[in-house]
């Protein structure tokens, strides 16, 4: 085998400068945990949760590397990894950061995305809004300042040590973002920087885009077997009712039955509380949803179900306590 001595030089030089530009700290993100300088991110340099770590870790190879820490990169397959619709209590978070994803959500084409128009996570509109305006225009939806907002990771997820707020040590996103999201320039961000304290918009009347009561398949933004499986009457409009899946609770399992009772006790709790200690809003951020077996036991049935149930009585009970305590 005959090497030639010019392409070897060449790819020589072309080594150099990526192993100069890797230790230069501007070229990929996340580059200040990138310890050995190899323009590879594992999860032992990883610094925050597991959680986080997935959320970054677009192909699922245990490591961070190539687009995931490309500057200005957003996942291109976003739309078959997102979380499907299940619940309609619930704040999805938004990761199709594409031209696709944008004119999904311009419904009147005319170039911004509005409150009005974002049906998903409150931290996910914040952190893409750079300018603060209550817009998102092309360029900021596309990431096209290069401004690093870490708008995919969830406030729960940042905060690592549970404290109810992320420090800058735990912050993964560009120093300016940071800044600007801290208001009141205390060095920390609390959940009501970047989420706000009051509840989300009620979710049917945001996807209802033209308002006329009922949701159709132009209007929906998961997948098409989520809204036949919601479409009781199959007559390819879901009512608020099917959108709520009142008409399927009798439906289920004893197991997902009994867990939706206890989820609702413990759900109306919860949101008595966070609105009277002024918390504010923390649906999501809830520790009950993440276990989702409290008052489990083996013989109500499959403990997945009640799981289920369970998260689904306690989001659907969490709004109505908070909006009762005030």
């Not at 230069?24 to 610094?47: A, C, Y």
């Not at 920087?193 to 885009?209: I, K």
Request: glycine share 10%.
């Amino acid at each position: 085998m005959h090497l030639n001595p010019a392409a070897g030089l060449a790819a020589a030089l072309v080594f150099c400068s990526l192993s100069a530009s890797a230790q230069s700290g501007r070229t990929i993100r996340f580059q200040e945990m990138d310890t050995n300088h190899d323009g590879v991110i594992t999860r032992d340099e990883w610094r925050g949760s597991d959680q986080s770590f997935r959320v970054h870790d677009w192909n699922h190879d245990g490591v961070l590397s190539g687009d995931e820490v490309r500057i200005g990169a957003w996942r291109r397959d976003a739309s078959e990894d997102n979380t499907d619709f299940d619940s309609a209590n619930r704040e999805y978070e938004f990761d199709d950061w594409t031209e696709r994803g944008f004119r999904a959500l311009d419904h009147n084409g005319d170039g911004r995305i509005t409150r009005d128009e974002w049906h998903f996570d409150r931290a996910g509109f914040v952190r893409a809004d750079h300018n603060n305006d209550g817009v998102i225009t092309r360029a900021e939806f596309l990431g096209d300042d290069r401004e690093d907002d870490d708008r995919g990771d969830r406030f729960s997820y940042l905060d690592v040590n549970r404290d109810g707020r992320i420090s800058r040590d735990e912050w993964h996103g560009g120093r300016a973002r940071f800044e600007s999201l801290d208001t009141n320039r205390d060095g920390v961000l609390t959940r009501q920087e970047v989420e706000g304290s009051e509840p989300p918009s009620d979710l049917f009347s945001s996807v209802d885009v033209d308002h006329d009561g009922v949701i159709t398949r132009s209007e929906w933004h998961w997948s098409r077997q989520s809204f036949d499986q919601h479409d009781a009457n199959r007559d390819g409009r879901l009512s608020r009712e099917e959108f709520g899946g009142a008409s399927t609770l009798s439906t289920r399992s004893a197991a997902y039955r009994a867990g939706y009772e206890r989820g609702r006790v413990e759900g109306l709790e919860a949101g008595r509380e966070d609105r009277e200690t002024r918390h504010g809003w923390d649906l999501e951020g809830q520790r009950e949803l993440e276990s989702a077996d409290s008052g489990y036991t083996a013989p109500v049935g499959s403990r997945a179900e009640y799981q289920a149930g369970y998260r689904e009585g306690f989001r659907a009970a969490y709004r109505e306590g908070f909006e009762k305590g005030r």
